[in-house]
């Protein structure tokens, strides 16, 4: 996919002469309501002769934000996500303090009409943006005309409950280990990647021999519990139940670990990237009296995931 698509730095690139439709916002996890600002950007790319474009951050400016440290989705998670639904331009910027401070109107000129050269400008209802987040959708409007490009107001898609689908609230939902829920506001299975590493070999002198992953961003993580996963290996899926917790059974430490006991798999992956996706919260992390006891808990966990699968993923 990523032979199709354009990545342009505004940072250091001359200014860009490619006519674009440009979808502006955060877009963490890409969710149902990001997805439809997509579709409304494509839908006017091909009306328009433009190019279907999003503006990304090179750096996460929330992690300046108190309490907001853990994300859906990486830089390289949303290019990914992005350019199967079809965006071919991404607009990489940094967040630095020059861009901060900068007006609402000197982003729109700078920015939108300059470095971007858009001709349609597709955001959110409640987008906002320049410094101190003084722009609003009525900013947008107000400079149609002076720049030249066209505001497309999106007003995002409703939840079960009619309040609107946020990033915020799917990153609860992980963390409750509500994945069911935060599947399905996603529109695909919650996904984190990292590279396998060596544990202390414990699942293997149990008959369970895990994958052990370290993360290679801050991802939102589930809460405590045994999940049934589907593992991307080498461009091949295979199903796992996947534990995260910090094996109370035989640890007294609190460090998280993130462990896939992957189905019908022996080959060794140390050193190599996978990522994990989440399709089921199964069970919470208990404490066994005995080895003996979580063995016959994790065959359990095994055949319950099996008939999962038969049932529902086949």
């Known amino acids: 996919m990523k032979d199709k698509i354009r990545i342009y730095d505004l940072n250091s690139d001359l200014p860009d002469l490619e006519k674009k439709a440009v979808a502006l916002g955060y877009f963490d996890g890409v969710h149902l309501g990001h997805q439809k ?31 907001e440290d853990k994300y859906l989705s990486s830089l390289e998670d949303k290019i990914e996500i992005l350019s199967e639904i079809g965006i071919k331009t991404f607009c990489l910027v940094n967040f630095d303090k020059t861009f901060m401070e900068l007006s609402p109107r000197e982003f729109i000129k700078t920015v939108i009409a300059e470095k971007l050269n858009a001709k349609a400008v597709i955001v ?29 107001i999106i007003d995002f898609e409703l939840e079960d409950d009619n309040s609107k689908i946020s990033s915020k609230h799917i990153r609860e939902l992980v963390k409750d280990g509500e994945i069911s829920k935060a599947n399905k506001y996603l529109g695909r299975y919650y996904k984190i990647r990292g590279e396998v590493v060596h544990g202390k070999h414990r699942g293997r002198t149990l008959n369970f021999p895990t994958a052990n992953l370290e993360l290679n961003f801050p991802y939102v993580i589930p809460k405590d519990g045994v999940y049934l996963t589907r593992i991307l290996v080498r461009d091949k ?78």
């Open 237 to 314: 899926y295979y199903y796992a139940l996947t534990n995260i917790g910090s094996n109370p059974t035989f640890e007294t430490s609190q460090d998280k670990k993130i462990e896939s006991y992957i189905y019908d798999f022996n080959q060794h992956i140390y050193g190599e990237n996978i990522s994990v996706e989440f399709i089921e919260f199964f069970r919470p992390d208990f404490k066994f009296n005995s080895a003996e006891e979580l063995i016959e808990q994790m065959d359990k966990d095994k055949a319950q995931g099996l008939e999962y699968i038969e049932k529902h993923l086949k």
């Open 124 to 152: 959110g209802s409640d987008y906002r943006f320049g410094y101190k987040a003084k722009g609003t959708t009525d900013t947008l409007r107000e400079y149609e005309n002076i720049y030249s490009y066209k505001a497309e």
């Open 37 to 67: 600002l997509m579709e409304k950007n494509i839908y006017l790319s091909k009306k328009y002769g433009l190019t279907p474009s999003v503006l990304l951050f090179k750096e996460d400016g929330k992690r300046t934000v108190k309490d």
